[in-house]
């Protein structure tokens, strides 16, 4: 395949054919690993092949920021390291397909089927994108960045835009990353360079990193317009792909992530040893809201929604939150989030649940609500991508004997 260069973890499970590589772990291997996702069980989604990269011209690695601009800037990843000062912050990435499967089980979307696994986070070191753009000094009418990979697709290399603002509001958080964890970034993940755009969908977190443009316009880049959207529900896969005025609509592109969880203990499906067992069990499992919304509170229930318990909920983001107080370094980057108020990582939930009450009924299903009162929905939205999946997530179990 194209991707001979790049070695891979044999847990990981292949969502696509051999080629592109788009995998997500096993969701309790992702959980298990905790707070911090290794490279090796991190999720892919590669859209082509991966650009190759050697070591040695990593620090020669070019990228420009052009367009309206008043000072055009091309840089090398070495000139980035050397002028701008480095920060490292905890980020979780999720694909806006998280989840995907149900949608497909529902009807069948124009996309792959993710279980809940399309989610990871990372330390990432680079640099706020905001101080390169102040650097260039954006003309008066600029309201967009538009940001270019270098791996060449069928449509063109794959390109995407945020807005402005969103780039120059600290508690957005918008970063270029050269680092992952403290090591440099696999191929896989954007190495040498990539953008992080925390809260939003990690389809905006363009890898291999080469063009920044400065626009008074969304991106018209192909994988801009014809991916990453919430179309409405009637448009269907035979229609939409014939009716460019769909895919056109801004308002339909997607941003910040959805409210969502997932149950990673018990799996859907496991038959629970209940039978002379121990008297409780721990149901446990993940949860994220979008734009840097922090989780207030999770709920699980046994009844399909007639009644709800309360889970607890770990914000491990917040131990990173109280050093970035007292100006630590890491991986050679400020921890640089105690002035952010935002949330950009994943919390964990979990419940310690009565091994009776779960005999009452064979599913347990959790949903997750944000600091705004955003909850997450009983019903599902299809659309054709199939993106932004959040209904209340349930896992079936069985008991033996
Ligand atoms: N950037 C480039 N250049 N090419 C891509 O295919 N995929 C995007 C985004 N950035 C992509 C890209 C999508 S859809 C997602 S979800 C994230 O990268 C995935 O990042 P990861 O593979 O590091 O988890």
């Not at 509001?169 to 918008?174: C, E, T, V």
């Not at 409405?232 to 269907?236: D, F, G, I, K």
């Not at 054709?384 to 932004?388: A, R």
């Given at each position: 395949t194209p991707d001979n260069h790049v070695p891979r973890d044999a847990r990981l499970i292949r969502l696509t054919g051999v080629h592109p590589f788009n995998v997500e772990a096993p969701l309790s291997a992702l959980y298990d690993e905790g707070f911090l996702t290794s490279p090796d069980l991190f999720y892919v989604r590669n859209h082509g092949a991966v650009p190759q990269v050697d070591d040695s011209t990593i620090p020669d690695w070019e990228f420009s920021i052009e367009g309206m601009v008043k000072t055009p800037i091309t840089m090398t990843l070495k000139d980035l390291i050397a002028n701008f000062e480095q920060i490292t912050v905890p980020i979780t990435l999720v694909c806006a397909?998280?989840?995907?499967k149900e949608q497909n089980q529902v009807r069948k979307s124009k996309g792959f089927s993710w279980g809940a696994a399309g989610v990871s986070t990372a330390l990432w070191t680079g640099v706020p994108l905001s101080e390169l753009i102040l650097a260039a000094q954006p003309m008066r009418g600029a309201r967009y960045v538009c940001m270019e990979g270098a791996d060449k697709l069928p449509n063109g290399y794959y390109g995407t835009s945020v807005k402005l603002n969103w780039v120059m509001?600290?508690?957005?958080?918008?970063m270029l990353a050269h680092k992952m964890n403290g090591e440099l970034l696999r191929p896989d993940h954007g190495k040498p360079l990539r953008a992080v755009v925390p809260g939003q969908i990690g389809g905006r977190s363009v890898k291999w990193l080469k063009k920044i443009i400065v626009t008074?316009?969304?991106?018209?880049n192909w994988y801009h317009i014809y991916d990453n959207r919430v179309l409405?529900?009637?448009?269907?896969p035979e229609q939409s792909a014939n009716e460019p005025k769909w895919w056109t609509d801004e308002r339909y592109a997607i941003y910040d992530l959805s409210t969502n969880s997932a149950t990673a203990y018990p799996a859907h499906e496991e038959q629970l040893c209940l039978v002379n067992g121990p008297e409780t069990y721990r149901a446990r499992g993940y949860a994220y809201g979008g734009g840097g919304r922090r989780i207030t509170r999770v709920e699980v229930t046994l009844d399909k929604g007639k009644s709800w318990a309360l889970a607890d909920i770990k914000y491990h983001e917040d131990a990173y939150r109280d050093h970035a107080d007292e100006n630590e370094v890491l991986f050679g980057g400020k921890l640089d989030m105690g002035w952010r108020e935002s949330c950009f990582c994943w919390c964990f939930w979990e419940i310690v649940l009565n091994v009776e009450d779960l005999s009452i009924s064979g599913d347990i299903m959790v949903r997750a609500m944000d600091e705004s009162m955003n909850v997450q929905p009983r019903d599902m939205y299809w659309s054709?991508?199939?993106?932004?999946n959040n209904p209340w997530y349930r896992v079936t179990i069985s008991r033996e004997g």
């Open positions: 397909g998280n989840r995907r509001d600290p508690n957005r958080g918008i008074a316009g969304p991106s018209d409405p529900t009637m448009v269907s054709v991508l199939g993106m932004m």
